[in-house]
C-alpha cells in the first residue's frame, strides 16, 4: 500500500477549532498528528511530504474537508509546524496511504543532515 497517492496544497486548521468536533466524532486538538481528508477512510494513516524540503509527516486522517479548491489535506497546527508551514495559508505537499496503523513509523522524518 504505498506510492504517491496525490499531489496538491496543504493547509491546516487554526486554533479557533481546537475542542470542536472533527468528522469522525472526536474533538479536534490542535496537538495532535491528523489531518482532514475528502474521501480516504477515518483512521487511514498518511505520509505528507513538503515537495519543497521533502521532509515528511505521518497524520491520521479524523475529519473532511479541505473545502478550498486545489487543497488536498488540511493538517493540524502540530503537523503543520512538523512540517515548517505555519507561516504559509497552504504549501504544495505529495500525500501516500501507508495503512490503518502507525506502528514502526515516524511521525517526523527529512532529509538526513
Given at each position: 500500500?504505498?506510492?504517491?497517492?496525490?499531489?496538491?496544497?496543504?493547509?491546516?486548521?487554526?486554533?479557533?477549532?481546537?475542542?470542536?468536533?472533527?468528522?469522525?466524532?472526536?474533538?479536534?486538538?490542535?496537538?495532535?498528528?491528523t489531518a482532514a481528508h475528502?474521501?480516504?477512510?477515518?483512521?487511514?494513516?498518511?505520509?505528507?511530504?513538503?515537495?519543497?524540503?521533502?521532509?515528511?509527516?505521518?497524520?491520521?486522517?479524523?475529519?473532511?474537508?479541505?473545502?478550498?479548491?486545489?487543497r488536498i489535506i488540511d493538517?493540524?497546527?502540530?503537523?503543520?509546524k512538523a512540517l515548517g508551514?505555519?507561516?504559509?495559508?497552504?504549501?504544495?505537499?505529495?500525500?501516500?496511504?501507508?495503512?490503518?496503523?502507525?506502528?514502526?513509523?515516524?511521525?517526523?522524518?527529512?532529509?538526513?543532515?
Amino acid at each position: 500500500m504505498g506510492g504517491a497517492l496525490q499531489s496538491g496544497d496543504a493547509s491546516w486548521y487554526a486554533s479557533k477549532f481546537h475542542g470542536r468536533r472533527t468528522a469522525n466524532g472526536e474533538r479536534y486538538d490542535h496537538l495532535s498528528m491528523t489531518a482532514a481528508h475528502r474521501t480516504l477512510p477515518f483512521g487511514s494513516y498518511v505520509r505528507v511530504t513538503l515537495l519543497a524540503t521533502e521532509k515528511s509527516i505521518v497524520v491520521r486522517i479524523n475529519d473532511r474537508g479541505p473545502f478550498v479548491r486545489g487543497r488536498i489535506i488540511d493538517l493540524s497546527y502540530a503537523a503543520a509546524k512538523a512540517l515548517g508551514l505555519t507561516h504559509a495559508r497552504s504549501r504544495r505537499v505529495q500525500i501516500e496511504r501507508i495503512g490503518k496503523t502507525a506502528d514502526k513509523l515516524t511521525s517526523v522524518d527529512g532529509p538526513e543532515s
